[in-house]
Structures are given as C-alpha cells and as structure tokens.
C-alpha cells in the first residue's frame, strides 16, 4: 500500500482507544507476566509507546522538517520505561499514552505535510538516511507492532493451559 | 498462568469493543488487504470469528456438558467464512461478532462452571480427547491469535513504506 498521511493517521488515531479496550479491565495477571527474563509485559509495552510519543515520532519529525540532514536524530531509548513507569498504574499510563498520542496527531496535521514534504530527509544515528515519510510509516507499524506483542504475551500464558490445541495455535510458538 | 475462568472472560469480553476500535473507522484499503493469495484479511478473519461463535465454542463446550466422551466435535470449517461474508460490510459482521459474542458469553456464565466440570472430557475430530477448560482456554488463545493476525497484515501492507527502519520491525518478517 502507497503511504498516505490520512491512511496513516487513521491508524494512528485508534491506538489508544484499541489498547484501552484491550487491557483497562484487566486483572494485573495479564498486564504483568512477561515472557521470561528480559521480555516486555503489557504494562512495559505502554510505557514504552509513551516514551515514544514523547520523545521519538513528533520530535523527530520536527527535526527533518527544521534541519534536514543537518542535524541526525536523538538515540531513542528503547527501555526508558522501565524507570519511567515505576510507581504507575496501568490506568495512569493508558490516560498518558492517549493524551499525548492527541497532542501529537494536532501537531502532525498542523503541519500540513504535502507529498514533496514527505520526500524530506534526515538523518538515523545507525540507520542512515530515511524520509519523513518513511519516519510516519515506522510510526504505525510500530504501533501495530506493539499490539502483536501485547497479544502475544498474554496468549502465551495460557501456552500449557490449552492442551492439545497448541498445534494450532501459531501465536504460542514452537 | 493458571486458567481461570473469570480471566478467561475478561479477555473474551473485550475482543468485540478492540476489534470495533481497531477497524471501524479504517479505509477499505486497510480492511480489505491481505498477505498475498490464501491469506486472510482483516474483513475475513472477522468472519471466521463469526463462524467460530456460531459453530465452534459454545456448542463445543455444550457437547462436552451433555455428552462427554461419547459424541465427538463437528470438524470447525476455518473458511466458511469466504461464502458467508460475501456482500456483508465489515460493520455488519462487526455487530455481528459483538453480538453474538455478548449472547455466548451470557450462556457461558450460565453454565456455572465448577473446577471439576473443567476437567469434563470430550473427543475433537483430530486432536482426540480434550477437556472443557482446555477448550474454554483455546478461544481466549483464538482471539489473541486472530487480533495479532490482523494487525500484521496491516502492519505489512507498509513493508516497503518504512524504507531502512524495516530492520527494526519484527511484525514485518524477513
């Protein structure tokens, strides 16, 4: 599918309200396991989002658009929130990651971004050269990639629970 | 995890309101893509899990009640859904879905499951014996699994679109 911004932001808009669906009543069971050591629980997975909207989607957007190829992006932190989210509850992120998932989709449309503004370039500290456009595509698969992973996480508690049916089950692995 | 059924409907009473917000307000481009000749998209996993709430689940869990051993399953038609959903809208089957979900659910409870009746055995055409709770685990698994389906292919038909940042992207493959 060709990139288009209302396309994109289409998704975009859904996320909080998918994730809110998804986890908010929850009992902490399924909002806590993870899948062993050094892996994500739900709870992680939306802190990480917020860090994200913070300081990575929009802020690296504005860079492209003032700086071009003039001034690399800042490193994004892919486990800030294990600090970040100490102390918080499940609702107080869900409410954080909406928030600012708002404030962002504005500030996004307030650009008004055209087709040659997407052909916009800066620069990746590993990955090199990449287009605006390319930056709001990652911004969605990232979302969904993160929906994945949540719903993974949670099938997977129930790996030894479904029996003989795990052979159909491709979600929970081999 | 330990399978217990009030956790258990806690994940299969949200599936309808997340699918609703993660495809209602989407483009037909969104809904209708799929990953490529037999795959599915978003539109047709949602008839499967029509097809599963009218066939699969409760009248599985009712076999198991009322005959145990003694009466195998009816093989589940993963594909019904190709010639079931043909000329519906993706609104349509997403009332649907949610509907019908509401009303097994409410069966669901109604059966009053005890820990002992978990354990009832019955007899799937391929696995052979299984019981109730593995069955009842097996849907919550079903929904993850299918939720994680769609948000992939969404995620995909944007392969070419994130440019170097695909590297990152597990939901995308190789």
């Known amino acids: 599918m060709e990139f288009r911004i209302n396309q994109a932001i289409e998704i975009l808009r ?9 986890l908010r009543p929850l009992s902490a069971n399924w909002i806590e396991q993870n899948e062993g050591p050094n892996t994500w629980s739900p709870f992680d997975v939306i802190g990480h989002l917020i860090h994200g909207e913070e300081t990575d989607w929009i802020p ?20 800030a929130m294990f600090e970040k989210s100490k ?3 499940l609702t107080q992120l869900l409410d954080r990651f909406s928030q600012l ?4 989709l504005r500030e996004l449309q307030q650009m008004n971004l055209t087709e040659a503004m997407l052909e916009k370039r800066g620069i990746h500290p590993e990955l ?3 287009t605006l456009g390319q930056l ?32 159909y089950l ?3 692995g081999k």
Not at 63 to 77: A, K, M, Q, V
């Open 60 to 79: 690296r957007a504005r860079l492209i658009i003032n700086y071009g190829e003039s001034r690399p992006f800042e490193p994004f932190d892919r486990v």
């Open 170 to 172: 491709s979600i929970l």
């Open 128 to 130: 090199g050269t990449v």
């Open 101 to 104: 998932r708002s404030l962002n």
């Open 14 to 22: 859904q996320t909080p309200g998918t994730l809110d669906s998804m």
């Open 136 to 167: 709001l595509a990652t911004w969605v698969v990232h979302d969904l990639g993160h929906i994945s992973q949540i719903v993974r996480v949670m099938a997977r508690q129930y790996r030894e629970e479904v029996g003989p049916w795990s052979a």
């Open 87 to 89: 102390g918080k509850s």
